[in-house]
């Protein structure tokens, strides 16, 4: 939920990620969802880390330390988090294109979610008069409810 808020409140505002990463903007579907996932997948992995219980309390600069490419590739692209009350499996399919994906396609969704993450942070210092001097997930203001995948969708004329 977090990493699917950070994404609708970017993209439409940072124009190479919004043409990276959503098909009104001539990028890919699949990109777009996979840097999702890798996000979530290191603020998971961020969690585990920090021992944080609350994904809405994790800095921002947590989950872009376990976006840097050696934490990346050896911790979050093979991260598959346990199912409970609040935490869900991967998709089978997410699994799958984890599994499956050639190395540049994962650096590619890798690099994209380390930017999702980076213009999120600077979105947020600058709107904030004192900015803090840790950003946090759960504050990142929101445009849309949760459910809201329309900027997967792309343009109808």
Do not use: K
């Amino acid at each position: 939920m977090h990493a699917r808020r950070a994404a609708r409140r970017v993209l439409p505002w940072d124009g190479p990620l919004y043409a990276r990463l959503c098909p009104s903007g001539g990028g890919s579907t699949v990109d777009g969802h996979m840097t999702v996932v890798v996000m979530a997948l290191a603020a998971y992995a961020a969690a585990q880390r920090t021992g944080t219980f609350r994904p809405a309390e994790l800095g921002l600069d947590e989950i872009a330390a376990m976006l840097e490419p050696a934490v990346a590739d050896t911790v979050v692209r093979r991260l598959r988090p346990r199912a409970d009350a609040e935490h869900y499996l991967l998709r089978a399919a997410d699994v799958t294109c984890l599994d499956t994906a050639p190395d540049h396609d994962w650096t590619r969704w890798r690099q994209a979610a380390l930017d999702l993450v980076t213009v999120a942070d600077d979105q947020y210092r600058q709107a904030n008069r004192t900015p803090p001097t840790h950003a946090v997930l759960g504050q990142l203001p929101h445009q849309t409810a949760d459910d809201d995948l329309t900027w997967y969708a792309p343009a109808r004329d």
